[in-house]
């Protein structure tokens, strides 16, 4: 029977992975994300699971790797620099087609940054986390019940497609508190007939391996793997839409940014101004399917964001020339505000207005 509670965002990804049937942490603590950390140590142990603080992060990502090929259910979790010496790892795992949960609880950048909360990570989440062909599925949760609710999904499409999976949250909502609804703890996983678990013989042996000499046997590999990106990018793009369906302004903002874009789309509304709210859940595959269907009847679009414009190119390349894209971000870890957001609404509106 599912529980609610009141628990802070870290903690919650922790406790949710767990409950997903996650037996293996490996991650080295950064801010903002330590608390998670911290709870997977004291939790894992009482739910006979092992939890490992790796000597480095690029320790932690390979480990995970071998968790994984040896059929359980692993993860790790960083914080943007951190997140950065894991790339290689990761692409490791997409080339071996293996399953694995990566959590980013981004703060402000480039370099060491600052330890405030942002949402500079985009990029490199959706577009560059790691050389060579590959994608993964990644999710953008706005809610504490958001966190729990796609760390089970994440565990669960991982294992489907294979692939790894990356919840990109930020220091605003791994730190705030709400009350979360947590789901009972899963019994078993799916069966894992590709891992090197001992088989008795009953099988073949199976070698879990990314490294290809046969130029033609990995051109085999990468276009089977892309095959399986197009039933992701047909069947998992998430988005969720606020008073969009008669919206002049629509304004797109995803996970931290979208809480403060809803209340200025709220007060724009109190001032006679047609707004809404588009909010994508997977930032990869991004839902275009959705954000296409506005545009029939949208004036103006305004990407907020906590950098310094990055999701923006995606509305782009939805909206094309057909209605102005407007950008409106603080970097950093700046937050913008309700205020801020609102006065560029209002200034959209006014331009597209003429």
């Not at 694995?100 to 981004?106: D, G, R, T």
Request: charged share 20%.
């Amino acid at each position: 029977m599912a529980e609610k509670v009141l628990m802070k965002g870290n903690e919650v990804l922790a406790e949710s992975a767990m409950r997903a049937g996650c037996k293996f942490f490996f991650g080295y603590p950064i801010t903002p994300q330590t608390e998670l950390s911290a709870y997977m140590a004291k939790r894992m142990p009482k739910c006979g699971g092992t939890f490992l603080q790796a000597e480095s992060e690029i320790a932690a990502i390979n480990m995970v790797y071998g968790a994984s090929a040896a059929g359980a259910r692993a993860m790790t979790s960083s914080s943007s620099p951190g997140i950065s010496l894991k790339s290689e790892g990761v692409s490791y795992i997409a080339g071996a087609d293996l399953p694995a949960v990566i959590i980013n609880v981004m703060r402000g950048g480039p370099g060491l940054g600052s330890i405030q909360p942002s949402q500079s990570d985009y990029w490199q989440a959706t577009r560059a986390l790691g050389h060579g062909d590959f994608q993964m599925v990644v999710y953008a949760p706005s809610t504490v019940q958001e966190m729990a609710d796609y760390t089970y999904k994440a565990f669960d499409v991982a294992d489907e497609y294979r692939t790894p999976v990356m919840i990109l949250a930020d220091g605003m909502l791994g730190q705030m508190m709400e009350p979360v609804e947590l789901r009972d703890p899963i019994e078993e996983i799916p069966e894992r007939p590709w891992a090197t678990t001992g088989h008795n013989n009953e099988r073949e042996h199976n070698i879990v391996n990314s490294l290809y000499l046969d130029a033609d046997l990995l051109d085999q590999m990468n276009h089977e793997r892309y095959k399986r990106y197009e039933k992701i990018i047909a069947t998992e793009q998430a988005s969720e839409e606020f008073l969009c369906d008669d919206a002049d302004i629509i304004v797109v903002a995803f996970g931290a940014a979208a809480r403060i874009a809803r209340n200025s789309v709220r007060a724009a509304r109190e001032q006679g101004i047609k707004a809404g709210l588009f909010r994508p859940i997977t930032l990869w595959p991004y839902p275009t399917e959705a954000l296409e269907k506005t545009v029939a009847h949208a004036k103006g679009y305004l990407s907020v964001e906590m950098n310094m414009g990055q999701m923006v190119e995606d509305v782009r390349l939805v909206v094309g020339n057909r209605a102005p894209v407007d950008f409106y971000g603080r970097a950093g870890g700046v937050i913008p505000t309700p205020a801020e957001v609102l006065d560029k609404i209002v200034a959209l509106n006014e331009k597209v207005g003429e």
